[in-house]
């Protein structure tokens, strides 16, 4: 796979079309699908007008943004993707409908070709066994919006060609995108390992401990996160993120370090999705009035410790069930959800016999084994270690 290589992208949805933008930013022909005609025209029509605004910017040239937008030809029939050597799908997140496009598409694509899926949540083995040829199958999971978000996870499926990864890794790089590889298991690093950072912060709410101005202006002026956990809910849509904490927690058996919540299963129920229906958490109607925050200095640090370091310990978690390097796994973090910190460097400034007490505390309060120290602290306080 080099830039000669024909890319695919089937669905134009926001996530599709920036990926075909990434992908002919990259100096590649790109050929994007969507089964409706409309949904292509529609992404072509705004990748035109994102040149403008680069151009306008300075950020751009004229010939360079007109070049960009010639490298990608809207195609209304599948057929059109034959001549791919790469195909990345960004359709609706359902296993079903995944695994009869890939089975439909190895039958049109050459046999050397590789189908990549940009999938969040669902199992890349379990999309790879629709084909015949599995072993080229892998996850490229973007994060959105995809040209400016420069993390991808490079999830390999069991059935994943031994050097597949490594050849995506390249890719991606080429693509001045910073890869993280990890293995196929729910959420992959980022959706699993920030799964505290909704669910706890919910939880302190349901407590009465403090309001959600509170809490989230606690973890921006206390933790450096440049949006609160409730303000974040609201830009992705508290539907989507809903869906994903659920997704998550089935995957893992029930597992109660992800259960959702009743509250934002409520703001689902009423439509209340955040910015996109003009009400979330928050409300954003013309003229609204936004909460202030209260607490003192010390309620604030409580508040931000106690999400902080239930997202340590998942990232630990993470590392000791061999997701992904320590590296990589606070790469993930500070590329893919803009943390101020990677959790594992953070857990070490911290100190890790803090973060261990902290969680050993929690679970004696609460009996509940969401709050269950990781292994891995356990046994670095025990051996006097850190993550690095």
Not at 56 to 76: N, Q, S, V, Y
Not at 160 to 180: D, H
Not at 221 to 245: A, R, S, W, Y
Request: charged share 25%; glycine share 8%; hydrophobic share 45%.
């Amino acid at each position: 796979m080099d830039k000669s290589t024909i890319i695919g992208v089937i669905g134009a949805g926001t996530m599709g079309s920036g990926i075909a933008q990434v992908a002919a930013q990259a100096g590649h022909a790109v050929v994007l699908f969507d089964a409706r005609k409309e949904a292509v025209d529609k992404a072509i029509a705004g990748l035109a007008k994102t040149m403008d605004k680069l151009v306008e910017k300075g950020k751009l040239t004229a010939d360079a943004a007109k070049a960009l937008l010639g490298r990608i030809a809207p195609a209304h029939d599948l057929k059109q993707l034959a001549g791919c050597g790469l195909v990345i799908e960004a359709i609706i997140e359902d296993l079903g409908i995944k695994k009869k496009l890939f089975a439909d598409l190895e039958a049109l694509i050459a046999a050397d070709a590789v189908l990549a899926t940009n999938t969040s949540s669902l199992s890349v083995t379990a999309i790879a066994a629709a084909c015949k040829k599995p072993e080229r199958v892998i996850g490229l999971h973007f994060f959105n919006p995809a040209p400016l978000l420069p993390l991808v996870e490079v999830v390999p499926g069991l059935a994943s060609g031994t050097e597949l990864a490594a050849r995506s890794s390249q890719l991606m790089a080429l693509w001045n995108k910073t890869p993280v590889i990890c293995k196929d298991t729910p959420g992959f690093i980022v959706n699993r390992v920030a799964r505290p950072f909704y669910g706890e912060a919910i939880r302190i709410f349901e407590e009465g401990i403090a309001d959600m101005a509170t809490i989230d202006h606690a973890m921006k002026t206390v933790g450096g996160f440049k949006m609160g956990p409730f303000e974040l809910m609201d830009l992705i849509g508290n539907d989507t993120n809903f869906t994903v904490t659920k997704t998550v927690w089935e995957s893992f058996f029930y597992d109660p370090r992800y259960r959702p919540s009743f509250t934002q299963q409520r703001q689902v129920e009423a439509g209340w999705l955040g910015r996109k229906t003009g009400r979330g958490y928050y409300a954003y109607a013309d003229g609204a009035i936004q909460p202030t925050p209260s607490g003192n200095a010390q309620v604030h640090a409580d508040i931000c410790w106690r999400v902080l370091v239930m997202l340590i310990n998942e990232a630990a978690e993470a590392l000791h069930m061999g997701i992904a390097s320590r590296e990589d796994i606070d790469m993930a973090m500070t590329k893919g959800v803009n943390y101020p910190k990677g959790l594992l460097k953070w857990a070490d400034e911290k100190g890790l016999a803090n973060c261990l007490s902290t969680l050993e505390r929690l679970q004696a309060e609460y009996g509940e084994d969401r709050y269950r120290p990781s292994p891995l602290l356990r046994r670095s306080v025990r051996e006097s270690k850190t993550f690095y």
